[in-house]
């Protein structure tokens, strides 16, 4: 079994998903100990899905909404945190996806 880490890529995204609400973090703290565990291409819905481009997302849901946490597979068995965000309408913000993006040419040049 390979073992996988998690990541935030810098300390502004470690900064937005300590910014979720409590109950938030600890259903992060459980998703992110699946992935750490069986790797991403063994946990899927309702905990994570692909958004195209390399990027996935880490599904939130609390007392107080949804968020998400968008983030890529890197090299060497590292899944980096790329943006932490609440989520208030169906789509996936187009500004969202924009750092996201942009925190990626950070990661894979």
Not at 49 to 75: D, N
Not at 78 to 107: C, D, G, M, N
């Amino acid at each position: 079994m390979m073992i996988w880490t998690v990541a935030a890529l810098n300390e502004s995204v470690a900064a937005e998903i300590a910014a979720l609400a409590p109950d938030m973090q600890a259903r992060y703290g459980r998703i992110a100990d699946l992935l750490i565990k069986y790797g991403p291409q063994e946990v899927g819905m309702p905990y994570v899905r692909p958004l195209g481009g390399k990027l996935w997302e880490i599904r939130l849901r609390g007392r107080t909404g949804i968020a998400r946490i968008i983030y890529v597979a890197a090299s060497r068995q590292r899944l980096i945190l790329l943006h932490a965000f609440i989520k208030k309408s169906q789509e996936t913000p187009a500004r969202a996806l924009a750092i996201a993006r942009s925190r990626l040419r950070e990661v894979l040049p």
